[in-house]
């Protein structure tokens, strides 16, 4: 991935990746995304917000957040 293409998260989405739920064992590198449910809880999934069928499941998540990758040890940066 260019340079360019991340850059680093702020103070907000740093700490909300610390609560939130992680169903997968994150891989460096590779992409996540970050979403908000009703009920305020966050986690993080592989698969983007484009790929959902919201027709089959329209409480998926309330609000898409950010795209993210693993860069390091807990170190996440936007896509």
């Known amino acids: 991935m260019a340079d360019d293409a991340v850059k680093e998260l702020d103070e907000e989405i740093i ?8 169903g997968v064992t994150p891989i460096l590198g590779h ?3 970050l979403y908000k449910r009703k ?3 966050y ?3 592989l ?3 484009g790929e959902w069928n919201r027709e089959k499941q329209p ?3 309330e609000e898409f957040v ?3 990758e693993l860069v ?5 940066w936007s896509v």
Do not use: E, Q, R
């Open 66 to 68: 950010i795209s993210l």
């Open 39 to 41: 009920d305020g809880t």
């Open 47 to 49: 698969v983007g917000p």
């Open 59 to 61: 409480n998926a998540y």
């Open 15 to 22: 700490n909300i990746l610390s609560i939130a739920d992680v």
């Open 72 to 76: 390091g040890d807990n170190k996440w």
């Open 31 to 33: 992409s996540y995304h």
């Open 43 to 45: 986690f993080i999934s």
